[in-house]
């Protein structure tokens, strides 16, 4: 009887990852489909993506166009490192402000410090556009429209960031706080000897969460960011337009060119990135 038992239950779950290998395959594939007519769109002209497809000579067509017409309609390369310097610049702020933000909601204790976290968790569901008025406003009145500053300091603060430290400020062990204290350690030797390291996995997560999120910001840099030379790579994808109509070679250029740093940012940091989040799903 128990050997029949275990028999069906084995084949249960059997059917059971065999299902969710197969939807995650699906929805992979769905996902991966844009992907690739990006990069066909890329080095084809529209016309000839279809033959493509059919399983025609993918090289008789082949150009590299698209590409060129990237650097030449563009300042391409300058526009990639404001990118940079905006989506370094916005992320390492945010963690700065977040890591110590965290510390001082989790370990320390003082009149209405839940209150605080909660007004800090409020803000997350607020729509970024709601606000972009006021700050820019406010942007305008301290003269850094047009400068990178100005796409930088009203978002210095994340309430996902913040939120997402606390977390990991919390699962840390209350004895290895209290071993360093009796060994001697000063709350500074604490914070960065101890925390700092262990938290090394979740930054790094948190890291390219906020990166992508920052390479990929379209709508608050428009709004600033006025002259061609201080642009970022998503406003150059729509510059690529003749007349009304979209030039869609150097357009699908300009998305492969774009997407590459987070896409290589991220095979770096995937193990931590995927450990972080199965160690917080097993924690909470």
């Known amino acids: 009887m128990n050997a029949v038992c275990r028999k069906k239950y084995f084949n249960s779950d059997r059917v059971i990852k065999i299902t969710s290998f197969l939807i995650m395959a699906v929805f992979t594939l769905i996902m991966l489909v844009p992907v690739v007519f990006m990069v066909l769109y890329s080095f084809f002209p529209t016309a000839d993506v279809n ?169 608050w840099p428009l709004m600033v960011l006025s002259k061609p030379e201080s642009m970022t790579l998503p406003l150059a994808l729509v510059r690529f337009e003749n007349e009304g109509i979209i030039e869609w070679m150097p357009t699908a250029a300009a998305c492969v060119m774009t997407m590459l740093l987070p896409l290589i940012l991220f095979l770096i940091t995937q193990k931590a990135f995927v450990e972080t989040f199965a160690d917080s799903a097993v924690k909470g």
């Not at 989790?106 to 700050?135: E, G, S």
């Not at 913040?162 to 990991?168: E, G, K, P, S, Y």
């Open 51 to 219: 033959t493509v497809m059919e399983g025609a000579n993918i090289f008789k067509s082949a150009s590299l166009e698209g590409y060129r017409d990237v650097f030449r309609q563009t300042p391409f390369l300058k526009m990639a490192y404001n990118s940079l310097w905006l989506s370094v610049v916005q992320t390492l702020l945010q963690l700065i402000m977040a890591f110590f933000t965290a510390y001082a909601i989790t370990r320390w204790k003082y009149p209405k410090r839940d209150l605080i976290f909660k007004f800090i968790i409020a803000t997350m569901i607020i729509p970024t556009v709601a606000v972009m008025i006021p700050n820019y406003i406010i942007i305008n009145k301290m003269g850094l429209v047009g400068n990178k500053w100005g796409v930088v300091l009203p978002f210095i603060a994340s309430g996902y960031a913040i939120f997402l430290m606390r977390q990991f400020f919390k699962s840390m062990p209350e004895s290895i706080v209290e071993a360093a204290m009796i060994d001697g350690c000063s709350e500074f030797q604490i914070l960065f000897k101890i925390y700092l390291p262990m938290m090394l996995p979740a930054i790094a997560a948190l890291t390219i969460i906020l990166f992508v999120g920052h390479w990929n910001d379209y709508q």
